[in-house]
Structures are given as structure tokens and as C-alpha cells.
């Protein structure tokens, strides 16, 4: 799926083999562990598929699922259990949820654990779920439907501080377990709404009131608050998946898409074949703020960042309205973009990276609107104010226009397009060297038709930062040619590789 790529911070060797080689001997190049690594899984994989297929090697410990790399860590009890998986795998086909997958030793002893939950045994019964990619909105409604068919939900917390993440207290820890492993990996919708799912450090959530954001399904009696009274725009695409059922959207989205060898298959008695989501609402999100169009962005570096490269970055996660420079406190910006929900996107995908030195913290302004109150003269000349409402540059102005972005974390690896023939590996190289940035090391051009106006392809960096900077740079220069009527814009996105 061009939507999907993992947001995980553990580091592997690369893999010395490639499906369809002999894994023979080359996979005891890595000493053995009884962590084991696990390519080429089909896109609705979810944790107790692999547990089905390969618990026959011995007891399974630990599953991190690395859903957008379509791999997955498999920590076994023993590094004998762990060398029957991978020499298994080395002489004949081991199928996963139907389809084969291949193996080798992790470089890791030990899969880290996020929270200290360290595993099942903990006798936690509440679950952690990062929503990755959250296109539509997440709701204590969605995350009901969703969980409680297997396994009797009690209480529900949404929060965003690091994008869109949620609570889910269940009603055993073996409906926990349970939920883990059907759900660990799957989309809500097909594409998007991924859920990374680990044990909380909580156990037990403290809940009161029930909304949008929470909810105590053990005391139906707590009355939902006022609602605050936030602008209120439409979200890109509609206030509900299935106002686009027409265009791609909506019923073309299963709920779920779990694949039929799974333990816990959800079955249309169930579940179904779509969530219905409550209209977006200005209530109180659970960190205190009322929902936002507007993000804060600080830590930006003062003589390299400005409107138009705040614009060149942001605009990969939804229109983007205004920017504005605060003169109060320097390093920081607010921006407003189309809705409240691609805030939330520019939050999960942007909080922390790193830029020109610099690590940005994106989060939601307490301000509803951007006033151009106050301008003044950056570092560089430019305005500290600039309104991008008009421009053309802007990629979610229709629902067709949004359905073909790639919406990608930051990687090392650029996409570009609407290119004219004629630029050359050597040109963007040049490029990158007249702006002060970093340049790539690997370069890939797609085959374009012959009747094509335009090239496209793949620029790899040395690393995720480096990218990210040229990027915020060279996202809409424009490429003039000689005898040229109009200049090239050339674009940029990252890509779903994440190497060439």
C-alpha cells in the first residue's frame, strides 16, 4: 500500500537476503538471537497471524509489528526456537496469513519494550494504540467498535501528544491479550488508520466524562460536557468516510481487513462492514485543548526557516492557509491548515524531527484562526506573515486532489515529479549545491510514456534528516528551461521506499 510505512525507532541491519534467494547459509552471517526478523508479509498481516504460523518453532515471547516495512520481530524463548524458524524458512516455504515470508537473525538479543509492560504476564488489562496515518477521525465511538467485539471494553481515553494515541482498558487481561493480537498491525480503514498496538504502563483508567475523547462504559451516567465553541471546518475528505462512497471512499475502505486465517477474525455478526463516525465535534480534546485548525510550530532555526519553507514541508499533510512568524517568541510559527485533522497529521508525522539543527515541536495553538497582526522582517528579508490560501501549490483543495497524496512519515528517501525531460542527475545535484543543502547520494528515474511533459522518480539521501531539509528547500522551485514558455514546479514528498 502506497500509504503504509513503519514509524519504528528500532534499527535493523540491513537485510543481507532478498526474497526468492536461498536463505541457506547467508543467514548465520548474523549470530544467532532469539529475536528473529520477518520480511515480505502481506499488507493485512496482524500479530496473531504470525503467532499461528510459527509457534510450531517453540513459545513465542514478543511480536513487534512494523506494519508500513510489511516486517515484523518475532521474539522467541529460545535462540533454538529462533534457529528451527530460520532454517525452516532457509529450506522450504513458510506461508503467513497465505503468503510466503522470509527470515534471518535481528541484531537485536531482545526486542526493547516500550513501556514496562514487558509482556503478557504483566496482567495488564489496558492497551496503548497509536493511530498511524489517522486520515479520518478517531473517535471513543470508532475505537469501540472496533475492540469490543473481541473482547468487552470498559474504558476508553483518546489523547494527542504524540499524534493520535488511545487507552483502552478492557475487561480481563485475556481480553487485552486478545485484542492485541487481532488488531495489532490492521487498518481501520484500508490504507490508513493503522494501529500500533502495545501494553499501557496504566492499569486502570481514571475516566470522567463521557465524549468523543472518552469514555466509561461501566457508568453511562456521566453527562457529555458543553461543547466548545471552536471553528468548526469540514475535514478534507468529509465528515465521515462514507460521504466520499462515491469517490474511493467509504464502503471501498473495509473496516479491518483481517486476513481469514486469523485466530480472531471478526465476522460480519460482529462487526460492521462500516464504522458510522459522529460528526466532528469542537469538544474539549483530552489534553484540555478544543480542537484546532491551527498548529504551533518552535524550534525553527531563525536564518533558515521562513513562510514559504514552513508552507513547503507542512503542505505534504493538508492546504495549508496561512503562516505566521511570532514576534513574541522568537524560533516559533503558527500555522493554519484546511481542518483540525490535518493538524493532527502534521503532529504525528513532524513532532521531534530534526531540521537545520533544530528539533521541531508541533502541537495543537489554543488560537482558532491566524491574524496577520504584527508583521515584521525575518532573518532572511522576508515576511514573518504570508497567505498560501490561493496558491496552487496547496494538495488537498478537492477529495480527488487528496486521494492521491502519499501521506509518509519523514525518510530518506524523496520523491519527485512533474520534472521537464530534459533536467539531468547532474542538474538536481547542482541544485541542491546552489541552496545550501545536502545532496543525494542515489538517484532513480521512473520510466515515463513517450508522450509524457514530465519525468518523476526517487532521490535517496544519506539519512532521514538530511532529506527532510532538502525537501523543506526545493519543494516548488521553479525549473526554468531555455526557450521555455512557463517554468517547471518541481515537487516533492517522501517516499514510500525506504532505500533505493
Given at each position: 500500500?502506497?500509504?503504509?510505512?513503519?514509524?519504528?525507532?528500532?534499527?535493523?541491519?540491513?537485510?543481507?537476503?532478498?526474497?526468492?534467494?536461498?536463505?541457506?547459509?547467508?543467514?548465520?552471517?548474523?549470530?544467532?538471537?532469539?529475536?528473529?526478523?520477518?520480511?515480505?508479509?502481506?499488507?493485512?498481516?496482524?500479530?496473531?497471524?504470525?503467532?499461528?504460523?510459527?509457534k510450531k518453532f517453540g513459545p513465542i515471547c514478543y511480536v513487534m509489528m512494523m506494519?508500513?516495512?510489511?516486517?515484523?520481530?518475532?521474539?522467541?524463548?529460545?535462540?533454538?526456537?529462533?534457529d528451527r524458524c530460520v532454517s525452516c524458512g532457509a529450506?522450504?516455504?513458510?506461508?503467513?496469513?497465505?503468503?510466503?515470508?522470509?527470515?534471518?537473525?535481528?541484531?537485536?538479543?531482545?526486542?526493547?519494550?516500550?513501556?514496562?509492560?514487558?509482556?503478557?504476564?504483566?496482567?495488564?488489562?489496558?492497551?496503548?494504540?497509536?493511530?498511524?496515518?489517522?486520515?479520518y477521525p478517531i473517535t471513543t465511538d470508532v475505537l469501540y467498535t472496533v475492540c469490543n467485539p473481541i473482547g468487552s471494553v470498559l474504558r476508553i481515553v483518546i489523547f494527542k501528544r504524540n499524534g493520535i494515541q488511545a487507552m483502552v482498558e478492557f475487561e480481563s487481561v485475556q481480553c487485552a491479550q486478545k485484542a492485541k493480537a487481532a488488531l495489532n498491525g490492521a487498518d481501520i480503514y484500508a490504507g490508513c488508520c493503522t494501529l500500533k498496538i502495545e501494553y499501557a504502563r496504566p492499569t486502570r483508567l481514571n475516566v470522567i466524562k463521557n465524549d468523543n475523547e472518552s469514555w466509561d462504559y461501566t457508568k453511562p451516567y456521566l453527562v457529555r460536557r458543553e461543547r466548545g465553541k471552536g471553528r468548526q471546518k469540514q475535514a478534507?475528505?468529509?465528515?465521515?468516510?462514507?460521504?466520499?462512497?462515491?469517490?474511493?471512499?467509504?464502503?471501498?475502505?473495509?473496516?479491518?481487513?483481517?486476513?481469514?486465517?486469523?485466530?480472531?477474525?471478526?465476522?460480519?455478526?460482529?462487526?460492521?462492514?462500516?464504522?458510522?463516525?459522529?460528526?466532528?465535534?469542537?469538544?474539549?480534546?483530552?489534553?484540555?485543548?478544543?480542537?484546532?485548525?491551527?498548529?504551533?510550530?518552535?524550534?525553527?532555526?531563525?536564518?533558515k526557516m521562513n513562510c514559504t519553507r514552513i508552507f513547503n514541508l507542512f503542505c505534504l499533510y493538508g492546504n495549508i492557509e496561512k503562516v505566521k512568524f511570532m514576534k513574541s517568541v522568537p524560533g516559533t510559527a503558527l500555522v493554519e491548515m484546511g481542518d483540525e485533522y490535518a493538524v493532527d497529521r502534521a503532529i504525528t508525522h513532524l513532532n521531534s524531527i530534526k531540521l537545520f539543527g533544530k528539533r521541531l515541536n508541533v502541537c495543537v495553538s489554543k488560537q482558532h484562526a491566524v491574524i496577520p497582526s504584527q508583521v515584521f522582517e525575518l532573518e532572511d528579508g522576508s515576511s514573518s506573515y504570508k497567505d498560501f490560501a490561493m496558491t496552487r501549490n496547496n494538495r488537498f483543495s478537492s477529495a480527488g486532489q487528496a486521494s492521491k497524496n502519499i501521506i509518509q512519515p519523514p525518510s530518506a528517501v524523496l520523491h519527485y515529479y512533474n520534472v521537464p525531460p530534459c533536467i539531468s542527475q547532474d542538474q538536481l545535484l547542482k541544485l541542491c549545491r546552489e541552496h545550501d543543502v545536502p545532496g543525494f547520494i542515489k538517484f532513480k528515474m521512473f520510466d515515463a510514456k513517450p508522450s509524457s511533459k514530465t519525468i518523476s522518480g526517487l532521490l535517496e539521501f544519506d539519512s532521514k534528516t538530511e532529506a527532510v531539509e532538502a525537501l523543506t528547500v526545493l519543494n516548488h522551485y521553479q525549473i526554468r528551461i531555455p526557450n521555455g514558455s512557463n517554468p517547471y514546479t518541481l515537487k516533492l514528498c517522501f517516499s514510500t521506499s525506504s532505500h533505493l
Open positions: 500500500s502506497g500509504l503504509r510505512r513503519s514509524s519504528e525507532k528500532i534499527r535493523e541491519q540491513p537485510s543481507i537476503l532478498t526474497p526468492g534467494h536461498d536463505n541457506g547459509e547467508d543467514s548465520h552471517l548474523i549470530s544467532p538471537s532469539p529475536v528473529v526478523h520477518v520480511r515480505g508479509l502481506c499488507e493485512a498481516v496482524v500479530e496473531a497471524d504470525l503467532i499461528d504460523a510459527l506494519p508500513f516495512k510489511r516486517q515484523a520481530l518475532v521474539e522467541f524463548s529460545s535462540v533454538e526456537s529462533a529450506k522450504e516455504p513458510v506461508y503467513i496469513a497465505g503468503q510466503q515470508a522470509y527470515f534471518n537473525y535481528s541484531t537485536s538479543k531482545r526486542i526493547t519494550r516500550p513501556t514496562n509492560a514487558d509482556n503478557p504476564n504483566s496482567g495488564n488489562k489496558v492497551l496503548l494504540l497509536s493511530i498511524q496515518n489517522p486520515l478534507i475528505l468529509g465528515e465521515h468516510p462514507s460521504a466520499y462512497a462515491d469517490n474511493g471512499y467509504g464502503l471501498a475502505c473495509p473496516l479491518l481487513p483481517l486476513t481469514s486465517n486469523s485466530r480472531y477474525k471478526l465476522t460480519s455478526v460482529d462487526v460492521p462492514d462500516m464504522v458510522s463516525y459522529p460528526l466532528p465535534q469542537s469538544s474539549p480534546s483530552y489534553s484540555g485543548h478544543a480542537p484546532s485548525s491551527v498548529a504551533m510550530v518552535s524550534g525553527l532555526h531563525p536564518s
